[in-house]
């Protein structure tokens, strides 16, 4: 199976920056499509941001256009969530998840149950 860590969370200020890392392990992260989802305390887990295999198709959810931004590298097999202009509601532990590529060149911004492996969880805490 894939194995997903993710880092780069912590504490930052309200319109602070922080960039998340997805770093996979086992298989070569070319082959597969990656998510990033958040869950904040009493609410469902909600899809951030996803990028596809290729990196040609991305995602946004509409609460972080132009201010997160996904990329990937696959020489670090690595893929990267910018997140800038923070503000306290994007409080949450972020999730990153991954699905094989399939035909299409497609990733799920928004459907969890589409994603087959997981990270842990990188808590993101945005306070003053």
């Known amino acids: 199976q894939l194995q997903l860590v993710e880092s780069g969370g912590g504490l930052v200020q309200p319109g602070g920056s922080l960039r998340l890392s997805c770093a996979a392990s086992g298989f070569t992260l070319d082959y597969y499509a990656i998510g990033w989802f958040r869950q904040a305390p009493g609410k469902e887990r909600e899809g951030v941001s996803c990028i596809s295999s290729t990196g040609g198709f991305t995602n946004y959810a509409d609460s972080v256009k132009g201010r997160f931004s996904i990329s990937r590298d696959n020489a670090k097999n690595t893929v990267y969530l910018q997140m800038n202009s923070l503000e306290p509601e994007n409080t949450a532990i972020y999730y990153c998840?991954?699905?094989?590529?399939?035909?299409?060149?497609?990733?799920?911004?928004?459907?969890?149950?589409?994603?087959?492996?997981w990270g842990q969880g990188t808590q993101v805490t945005v306070s003053s």
């Open positions: 998840a991954g699905r094989a590529a399939g035909v299409y060149d497609y990733c799920s911004g928004n459907t969890a149950s589409w994603y087959l492996d």
